[in-house]
């Protein structure tokens, strides 16, 4: 059975953030977008991770019939798919963590504090200006404008990152048993807490994506797709060979 990945996005954008990639996963594997609650088609929602798990599981439950699913989170959408697994992992065939291998305490906290304080500060006109501004530096037109089109969600910002801070620990992992992938760009802040994501879960396997910072879901988009594909090779190969022992 081909596998059914869900891709969940990062803060203040929407599931448009998986534009690339799902250009390049089309025919090798199905795909599902997760919007989370305050952003996209769930815009008029308030963010909570409860909710978050429950938006999650609602895609889980339309994947095609007895495929397994690889629940795929960048960002915000990797600490949402962390609570996910940790209440639900029986569902999972295999997480991937994206942008994400970092305990929000300390210094990790103050980053995303800093996020919030900007954000507020400049307030949505002024950051969308200056999002469109630095992504159509960073990218070419036809990668980042189909993001750009799925437009910013800042609202939930604050809400979001402090329940993140609150909540989310490398121990969440304990009881996931499902491979685990932490995939990270060369260059993203947000890989600092790595050992202790893998002293919480030892069996999950690290992975980089070179030349790419935090997003690099657009920095390094065939890399991101290339990483994702070989982990639905090797979540096929073991079912093929569970069905093979039956």
């Keep these: 059975m081909v596998p059914h990945l869900l891709l969940v996005h990062g803060s203040r954008f929407s ?4 534009s690339p990639q799902r250009r390049l996963l089309d025919g090798r594997v199905s795909t599902a977008l997760v919007d989370l609650p305050g952003h996209g088609a769930r815009a008029a929602e308030t963010f909570t991770l409860d909710r978050c798990v429950e938006a999650i599981d609602e895609a889980v439950s339309a994947a095609p019939c007895g495929a397994p699913v690889i629940l795929v989170g960048h960002s915000l959408g990797g600490y949402a798919a962390m609570a996910y697994a940790a ?64 437009g910013y969600f800042f609202t939930p910002t604050a809400a979001a990152w ?34 202790e994501f893998l002293r919480a879960c030892p069996t999950a396997r690290v992975e980089l994506i070179p030349r790419a910072g935090h997003l690099s879901t657009l920095d390094q988009p065939e890399a991101f797709a290339a990483a994702l594909l070989r982990l639905a090779d090797s979540v096929s190969a073991a079912v093929i060979w569970e069905n093979r022992a039956l």
Excluded: H
């Design 162 to 195: 402090q329940e993140v801070m609150d909540t989310c620990r490398p121990s969440m992992l304990w009881g996931v048993t499902c491979p685990v992938l932490l995939l990270n760009g060369q260059y993203d802040q947000f890989r600092l807490g790595t050992k």
């Design 15 to 18: 599931s448009a953030q998986w």
């Design 87 to 150: 209440q639900r992992a029986s569902r999972l065939s295999a997480l991937v963590l994206a942008g994400c291998s970092t305990t929000p305490v300390g210094l990790g906290a103050a980053v995303y504090r800093w996020v919030v304080r900007v954000t507020d500060r400049l307030g949505d006109t002024r950051m969308t200006k200056l999002n469109d501004r630095l992504l159509r530096r960073l990218y070419t037109s036809d990668l980042v404008e189909p993001v750009i089109a799925g």
